[in-house]
């Protein structure tokens, strides 16, 4: 095993290389970010200003910024109503393939994980989305496990088809891809793509991924800004939290969404707020000191730093805390979730292959826009139009 280890912060051969200072820009911040060392004084200063600077975001995620999390909230809210209203945005994951290449310990697509592995043929595919769109969902986000011999990039490209007949809004989070690549499936009608950089802290990240593309940090951290450059008109990013400090990761995950939007300042940037899940096979994967209560600290923190963009909240959490966020600081939902291969078909009995992790919330699509209705909100299916 240790012979196969690869330097995780060397390109492979196949790899493309761009021109960005970014990841050291983060990388910098990060290590330079001391949680302790923010007082009260400077979270109640942070809620004062208009808009925030980067050290005022960090205040937010310190420790000591969880005594103000009423005025987090309170503030996130406002922020939230003003630049989206009322509107929710509704969404549902279609994994179409589990089969992965890599070695990370937490992850139940690991390719030492004892799963069913499988990918949905073409029909399949079609089956499953026409499944999701008479829930009358408009938007979805196609996955893959990390295996470009089992998901290559035609494979991907042709399911992006598929859904384009079925969907207005396309996002994919699959393996990072070159630039070209990108632009060849931007071509088959994807709008965004999602990446989780799952932890910023190199060392750590070299302890989680042992084996596979996954393996290489840089390549993983430029794949929201090779998108960009294909054309994409949309980025989200992520750190999954409990992988280490969650306060440090979600500081990187604001970084770098803060460097990108002043570079592309016409690209949606998203942010995704998951904590780690128990997978097939270890019931004892847990975000450990990430509770409910750091989580919404997370997400108020990023709203009020950066006011405009997405930010998704999982089926990772319980429905009680999702349908409370939405009315504070998230502004997307995923609805309808099911992670297993080939399981929104009914006409199935059972699904294909195993899913990637437990999800806490199984409503279906009508359950979780009737309790959008019940908040006082606005679920909408589709943001965007082609003309």
Same mark, same amino acid.
């Given at each position: 095993?240790?012979?196969?280890?690869?330097?995780?912060?060397?390109?492979?051969?196949?790899?493309?290389?761009?021109?960005?200072n970014?990841?050291?820009?983060?990388i910098?911040?990060?290590?330079?970010?001391?949680?302790?060392?923010?007082?009260?004084?400077?979270?109640?200063?942070?809620?004062?200003?208009?808009?925030?600077?980067?050290?005022?975001?960090?205040?937010?995620?310190?420790?000591?910024?969880?005594?103000?999390?009423?005025?987090?909230?309170?503030?996130?809210?406002i922020?939230?109503?003003?630049?989206?209203?009322?509107?929710?945005?509704?969404?549902?994951?279609?994994?179409?393939?589990n089969?992965?290449?890599?070695?990370?310990?937490?992850c139940?697509?690991?390719?030492?994980?004892?799963?069913?592995?499988?990918?949905?043929?073409?029909?399949?595919?079609?089956?499953?989305?026409?499944?999701?769109?008479?829930?009358?969902?408009?938007?979805?986000?196609?996955?893959?496990?990390e295996?470009?011999?089992?998901?290559d990039?035609?494979?991907i490209?042709?399911a992006?088809?598929? #859904?384009?007949k079925h969907?207005?809004?396309?996002?994919?989070?699959? &393996?990072?891809? /070159? *630039?070209? @690549?990108? $632009?060849? +499936?931007?071509?088959?009608g994807?709008?965004?793509?999602?990446?989780?950089?799952?932890?910023?802290d190199?060392?750590?990240?070299e #302890?989680?991924h042992?084996?596979?593309?996954?393996?290489?940090?840089? &390549?993983?951290? /430029? *794949?929201? @800004?090779? $998108?960009? +450059?294909?054309?994409?008109?949309?980025?989200?990013?992520?750190?999954?939290?409990?992988?280490?400090?969650?306060?440090?990761?979600?500081?990187?995950?604001?970084?770098?969404?803060?460097?990108?939007?002043?570079?592309?300042?016409?690209?949606?940037?998203?942010?995704?707020?998951?904590?780690?899940?128990?997978?097939?096979?270890?019931s004892?994967?847990?975000p450990?000191?990430?509770?409910?209560?750091?989580?919404?600290?997370?997400?108020?923190?990023?709203?009020?730093?950066?006011?405009?963009?997405?930010?998704?909240?999982?089926?990772?959490?319980?429905?009680?805390?999702?349908?409370?966020?939405i009315?504070i600081?998230?502004?997307?939902?995923?609805?309808?979730v099911?992670?297993?291969?080939?399981?929104?078909?009914?006409?199935?009995?059972?699904?294909?292959?195993?899913?990637?992790?437990?999800?806490?919330?199984?409503?279906?699509?009508d359950?979780?826009?009737?309790?959008?209705?019940?908040?006082?909100?606005?679920?909408?299916?589709?943001?965007?139009?082609?003309?």
């Open positions: 095993m240790v012979q196969e280890r690869t330097n995780h912060m060397k390109y492979l051969p196949d790899m493309e290389v761009i021109e960005s970014i990841m050291d820009k983060v910098q911040s990060m290590n330079g970010y001391n949680k302790d060392k923010y007082t009260d004084g400077d979270v109640k200063s942070a809620l004062q200003k208009d808009t925030l600077t980067p050290e005022d975001f960090a205040a937010l995620l310190s420790p000591v910024a969880l005594n103000y999390l009423e005025e987090m909230a309170k503030r996130a809210k922020e939230t109503n003003k630049h989206f209203g009322n509107s929710i945005y509704l969404f549902t994951p279609l994994y179409i393939s089969y992965c290449e890599n070695h990370c310990i937490y139940g697509f690991n390719c030492y994980n004892k799963i069913n592995r499988s990918s949905l043929d073409f029909d399949e595919i079609e089956n499953e989305m026409k499944a999701i769109a008479k829930t009358g969902l408009q938007e979805i986000l196609i996955l893959t496990g295996s470009r011999s089992k998901s990039v035609k494979y490209g042709e992006c088809k598929i #859904a384009r969907f207005k809004v396309i996002g994919i989070e699959v &393996y990072p891809m /070159n *630039t070209d @690549e990108y $632009a060849y +499936l931007h071509k088959c994807v709008d965004y793509v999602t990446v989780f950089q799952e932890t910023y190199t060392d750590k990240y #302890a989680l042992l084996k596979g593309h996954k393996r290489v940090f840089p &390549y993983r951290f /430029n *794949t929201q @800004e090779r $998108a960009i +450059l294909a054309g994409m008109r949309g980025i989200g990013l992520a750190a999954l939290l409990g992988l280490g400090d969650f306060r440090k990761d979600a500081f990187a995950t604001g970084m770098h969404g803060y460097l990108l939007q002043k570079k592309y300042p016409h690209v949606e940037i998203s942010f995704s707020c998951p904590r780690l899940r128990p997978i097939v096979n270890d004892t994967i847990n450990k000191d990430v509770h409910e209560k750091q989580l919404l600290q997370v997400i108020c923190a990023y709203r009020i730093f950066m006011p405009f963009v997405n930010i998704t909240i999982s089926t990772r959490e319980r429905a009680e805390f999702r349908d409370n966020i009315k600081a998230a502004t997307k939902i995923s609805a309808g099911k992670v297993d291969i080939g399981s929104h078909d009914i006409e199935n009995e059972d699904s294909k292959g195993d899913g990637q992790f437990e999800i806490s919330d199984a409503r279906n699509v359950e979780v826009y009737d309790a959008i209705i019940e908040k006082g909100l606005q679920p909408v299916m589709s943001d965007y139009i082609y003309v």
